[in-house]
């Protein structure tokens, strides 16, 4: 069973952060992920975008979220390139299934990048939630806003 926290008002951010702490997405980006595996390999994005056999400007643009995680083959070959062990090659694939899961959403254009991802956690988590929940976070988004 999930805890959500019934406390006093929580602003915006603070109902972010809990509902991140909901999700099982293992890292808060596939980009962030995959830039902290590359690191830790000593790799620039040149030499993975190589070894993956991606554009250099592709990969650069996955690490720093503005393009979405690519399809399950290319995340295998970019696993292999970082000569990943089987639990971090799983991990990044689920990261990239998670958040591919949540573009689903139509969000319109020229909402804020962090609406527009709070917006597409609540969906990806709508299973999750009971109507409690959903209760708290509408009370909470509304007071936030009145703020």
Not at 57 to 77: C, D, F, G, Q
Not at 111 to 132: F, M, Q, Y
């Amino acid at each position: 069973m999930v805890h959500f926290y019934t406390g006093p008002s929580l602003g915006v951010r603070a109902v972010a952060e809990q509902l991140q702490r909901l999700s099982a997405v293992p890292e808060p980006s596939f980009g962030g992920l995959l830039f902290e595996l590359r690191q830790r390999r000593c790799l620039s994005q040149r030499e993975l975008a190589r070894l993956a056999h991606i554009p250099p400007s592709w990969l650069s643009e996955i690490e720093n979220t503005r393009r979405a995680p690519p399809p399950l083959a290319k995340v295998r070959a970019i696993g292999l390139a970082l000569q990943l062990p089987l639990n971090e090659q799983f991990r990044l694939i689920e990261c990239a299934q998670a958040e591919r899961a949540g573009l689903g959403i139509r969000v319109k254009t020229g909402t804020p990048r962090h609406v527009a991802d709070l917006i597409r956690l609540i969906a990806r988590l709508a299973d999750e939630l009971s109507p409690a929940q959903v209760s708290e976070i509408h009370r909470n988004l509304e007071e936030a806003t009145m703020k």
